[in-house]
């Protein structure tokens, strides 16, 4: 990977892409990046297409990240995934696999997204401890012990 | 207020524009919401030292802002790029008044226009008001500009234009945190030829007003917001905002003039650095505001290719603007459409409309999507408040088979007025409010009729039905959104009356009453393929791959809008028997 990641997170409303997104990016700034993450907002919840670009590194400057860009396509949504795939680099990753193992696995629709974020973070250097700070961050304390099983869950499948 | 983190917090531009707010001591902030630029005041209003409000329109949150910043505290507008139009006539002569303390307003402009209705550029606003501009070019920079922002307004006693693009009100980024500067405030020193704009007293400030502009010039020349960076001489790149930061990105090795404060244009620099490369590139998102600046001065560079004046910038263009080629990628791409959610009382009343063939005159909110396929029960959509303004002209030149549809919290915003107009100018016919007790898509702010404040402070809920009869209207019929049969009923004795109507249909939005009922029931038996069901545009609903409806059990709230559309009794309320 270059000096900078750049991760696009993709799906539909009320898939969790955004809450995803934002527990990778305060994990990367906890483990010390800089971190840029651009999305728009408005449609999220009424089911149209949401995107999350996700940039760290020692110095952002774009927040988009650029077609042909992406080190990481990280789709909740085969459909869009498939609308989004020319922004993947290269050689670069395309997690929608692991989608299907979510499925496989059982896991409740509503975690579907803290899976992914456990499969992102096995292909990711960022330290196992930023990644608990931000979980802590972003969930309340009733759902945050489920969350953290099933990142491990996750991160067990993903990890390279 | 975002939790600090070790004094760095991760922040959009919006809640960074927010924070160097606070930090410069403002006092009170007004705004009505509107993407990209809503989280600016929501962020505002969770500092218990600033006193800030949703107010009922731009307009009227321009002038108590600016009110409060010649009463003598720091004070702050924030809009969408189209609410600033609304606010154009106190904005176009506050530049006369100038301030007593500092006076900030802030544009989210919308290149690529992902939830607007046009993508005007207002940086020309600046040029035409005759204002300073402040364009940052992430959420760090837009919190950094505060300051100086507020200091330049009062030291060259005029309101200051800052600038932001969605690309930089919805991006996050780590953001460094300071410390609040209180302000004592100033008080009011009455000065009629300054704060009394009667034509004799404005002329005057308008000479005034152009020497202060002088002035801002000369501080644009040495402004530590405008950075010249030399590196290759071969290609200088001129230019602000989220350019430079995809410029940056393709050009690393290139020689950059980022313009933050961008006018008045700073001709000594911007001369300075083109004696300094090879050859000159303007780098900006839509109209040649810069671009436009150069040709006055006879400064020569490439020019860019007019079909970037379209649409939104990204990294991956920049190379073709340099290189003077045009967009290639003119439509936008096609991603999914929104939907009203599962539940939108929205639903009921559009099939309604639909199913009598009326011509809708519309307006802006979540309510818009009733223009789209499968429902598409409305034909106009223009701005805030011309669903009842269009309504009327429709009426008159088409006759009855017209209605104007509005939402609550449009109907506060800009709505009022045309009901007035209407009534006085003898219209009949019949509107429909879309009542659903929210500002739902921004993300459900309160408003006049909501019964609570911006900072979340109970307070006096109007009622809609009186201000309609006030207004002038006839009648007003109150009626759930999710009964369609009811709706139908007094719409269409309504409709056949020579009288001016309003029709309230009242039913909270989803996203604030998440109450379900059981799901509704599918009789595949009674089903008769005739997707009458489809029609309603439920993302609950669809059809399976052996042609029979398919409920989404997950997501049907049981609002039951589409037992109405089926003739055949084949869906059925949930946990009724079936007949």
Not at chain 2, 331 to 346: L, Q, T
Not at chain 2, 416 to 429: F, P, Q
């Amino acid at each position: 990977m270059s000096s900078v990641v750049s991760i696009l997170f993709c799906g539909t409303g009320g898939q969790g892409v955004l809450k995803a997104a934002e527990v990778t990016g305060l994990a990367a700034m906890f483990a010390g990046f800089h971190v840029k993450k651009s999305e728009v907002h408005g449609m999220a919840q009424r089911g149209g297409s949401v995107e999350s670009h996700l940039r760290f590194g020692q110095k952002v400057f774009s927040p988009l990240v650029p077609k042909g860009g992406a080190d990481i396509l990280l789709p909740f949504h085969s459909g869009e995934a498939e609308r989004l795939c020319s922004f993947l680099k290269p050689g670069g990753s395309d997690l929608l696999p692991f989608l299907g193992r979510a499925h496989e696995a059982g896991v409740q629709r509503m975690f579907f997204n803290t899976y992914m974020v456990g499969v992102l973070a096995g292909h990711l250097d960022i330290p196992k401890d930023s990644w608990m700070k931000a979980l802590e961050h972003e969930f309340r304390v009733k759902k945050l012990e489920e969350n953290i099983n099933v990142f491990f869950a996750g991160l067990k499948e993903g990890g390279q | 207020m975002p939790e600090a983190l070790e004094q760095t917090a991760f922040l959009s531009g919006d809640e960074a524009l927010a924070r160097g707010a606070y930090e410069s001591g403002v006092a009170f902030a007004a705004s009505y919401p509107g993407t990209p630029a809503t989280e600016i005041l929501e962020s505002l209003a969770q500092y218990p030292e600033i006193n800030a409000q949703w107010s009922v329109n731009e307009k009227v949150a321009y002038e108590v802002a600016f009110g409060a910043a010649i009463a003598g505290v720091r004070s702050i507008f924030s809009s969408k790029h189209v609410g600033l139009n609304v606010a154009m006539d106190p904005l176009m002569t506050s530049a006369y008044v100038g301030v007593s303390a500092g006076f900030v307003i802030v544009t989210a402009d919308e290149p690529g226009l992902h939830s607007s209705q046009n993508e005007q550029d207002n940086r020309l606003i600046a040029r035409f008001a005759k204002m300073p501009l402040l364009e940052p070019a992430d959420p760090c920079e837009a919190k950094r500009m505060m300051p100086y922002a507020f200091e330049l307004s009062e030291r060259h006693d005029i309101p200051v234009i800052v600038r932001l693009t969605t690309r930089v009100a919805h991006t996050k980024e780590n953001v460094p945190l300071g410390l609040r500067v209180e302000m004592a405030p100033k008080g009011f020193t009455p000065d009629p030829a300054k704060y009394v704009m009667v034509p004799r007293n404005a002329y005057f400030r308008h000479i005034d007003l152009e020497k202060r502009l002088l002035a801002l010039k000369a501080e644009a020349e040495s402004s530590p917001l405008n950075i010249i960076e030399i590196n290759d001489p071969a290609l200088g790149i001129i230019t602000s905002g989220v350019a430079y930061l995809y410029a940056k990105e393709v050009f690393p090795n290139a020689s950059f003039l980022k313009l933050g404060f961008s006018y008045p244009f700073p001709e000594k620099l911007i001369r300075a650095f083109a004696a300094k490369v090879k050859e000159v590139v303007v780098i900006e998102e839509l109209e040649p505001f810069l671009e436009e600046e150069l040709q006055r001065l006879g400064i020569k560079h490439r020019a860019r290719h007019p079909s970037w004046r379209v649409g939104e910038l990204r990294p991956e263009d920049i190379r073709a603007v340099v290189d003077g080629s045009a967009r290639v990628d003119i439509e936008p791409a096609a991603s999914r459409k929104p939907v009203m959610c599962p539940g939108c009382p929205h639903r009921g009343v559009y099939s309604v409309l639909k199913k009598l063939k009326l011509t809708v005159t519309g307006d802006i909110g979540c309510y818009t999507l009733g223009a789209l396929a499968p429902l598409s029960a409305m034909q106009t959509c223009l701005c805030m408040g011309a669903g009842v303004t269009m309504f009327e002209g429709f009426r008159k030149v088409l006759g009855k088979n017209v209605v104007g549809v509005i939402g609550d919290g449009t109907f506060m915003h800009s709505g009022i007025a045309g009901l007035v107009n209407a009534a006085y100018n003898a219209t009949r016919g019949v509107l429909v409010i879309l009542d659903n007790a929210t500002t739902a898509m921004t993300g459900t702010q309160p408003h006049p009729a909501t019964g609570t404040t911006a900072k979340g402070v109970p307070t006096k809920a109007l009622v809609i039905e009186d201000i309609c009869k006030a207004c002038g209207a006839d009648h007003v019929d109150i009626v759930s959104a999710y009964d369609a049969a009811a709706i139908e009923k007094v719409l269409r004795k309504r409709l056949d009356e020579d009288a001016l109507s309003v029709i309230i249909a009242r039913t909270p939005c989803k996203l604030i009453h998440r109450a379900k009922s059981l799901p509704v029931e599918f009789n595949a038996a009674k089903c008769v393929k005739c997707y009458m069901c489809l029609n309603i545009g439920c993302p609950a609903l669809s059809r399976g791959q052996d042609g029979l409806i398919k409920v989404d059990q997950d997501i049907c709230v049981g609002c039951y809008v589409c037992v109405s559309s089926c003739k055949f009794d084949a869906l059925k309320k949930g946990g009724e028997v079936p007949a």
